[in-house]
């Protein structure tokens, strides 16, 4: 079945430093959606990226959507302790699906060092 | 506010008991979903419902079952626990936008331990 894939498992930074996390689909996705998860708390919904090759920006947070919709990447640029957490990306669990059934990636855990 | 509230939040049970864990959405969602998060695991798929009388399997759905009687509410239960388990359990739920995916809003999640 499909499957989202992503990396790294882990990544610790030291503050101020650039992060990027990655997520690859078997297949082509619809969407695309990113959450945060901090630690001892719940997945927040961050966005969603609907169209091919599309970028978009949260303050310091860059999403894109790959030319083929089977990739995605979030990048963030000067880490701050307050973006400690760990990020998923999620894809809808069925080709077509619009019915929010969304498989997810096994997240990366940013660690910040001060 | 609208919102979506887990019950309880903690608990610890013995092997093989019956186990139910509430989740209420306030939201007026018809898609209601519960996952398991596990350490290397991230967040898998019990039971999603599309709406009141509607229940589906996920990708884990052995040992659980949910029912839908209402828009508001998808409890989980655990027939009979098992250590495997033990788990933090999230509800969410989402609205259809058209023909995307929705966002899901999660509970808080509840933390069960099976012992």
């Known amino acids: 079945g499909q499957q989202v894939m992503q990396i790294p498992q882990y990544q610790h930074v030291q503050e101020g430093e650039d992060f990027t996390t990655y997520c690859n689909s078997s297949?082509?996705?619809?969407?695309i959606q990113w959450y945060k998860q901090r630690p001892g708390g719940h997945p927040v919904f961050l966005i969603q990226?609907?169209?091919?090759?599309e970028v978009k920006k949260q303050k310091r947070l860059t999403f894109q959507f790959g030319e083929a919709k089977k990739n995605s990447s979030l990048h963030i640029t000067a880490t701050q302790t307050t973006d400690v957490g760990t990020y998923f990306c999620?894809?809808?669990?069925?080709?077509?699906?619009?019915?929010?059934?969304?498989?997810f990636g096994r997240g990366t855990q940013l660690t910040v060092w001060p | 506010d609208a919102e979506i509230t887990q019950s309880p939040r903690h608990k610890i049970t013995e092997t093989g008991r019956q186990v139910t864990l509430a989740c209420h959405q306030t939201?007026?969602?018809?898609?209601m979903f519960w996952y398991r998060q596990d350490l290397g695991h991230g967040l898998r798929l019990i039971h999603y419902?599309?709406?009141?009388?509607?229940?589906n399997k996920g990708e884990v759905s052995d040992g659980y079952s949910v029912s839908r009687s209402n828009t508001e509410d998808l409890p989980l239960t655990l027939e009979s626990a098992a250590s495997s388990q033990t788990s933090v359990y999230f509800c969410?739920?989402?609205?259809?936008?058209?023909?995307?995916?929705?966002?899901?809003?999660f509970g808080e999640g509840s933390r069960l331990t099976v012992l």
């Open positions: 419902s599309y709406g009141v009388h509607d229940t």
């Open positions: 969410a739920s989402s609205r259809s936008q058209g023909a995307y995916t929705g966002e899901l809003f």
């Open positions: 939201w007026n969602h018809n898609n």
């Open positions: 297949t082509t996705l619809s969407n």
């Open positions: 999620a894809g809808p669990l069925d080709r077509g699906s619009t019915l929010g059934r969304l498989y």
């Open positions: 990226l609907v169209k091919s090759g």
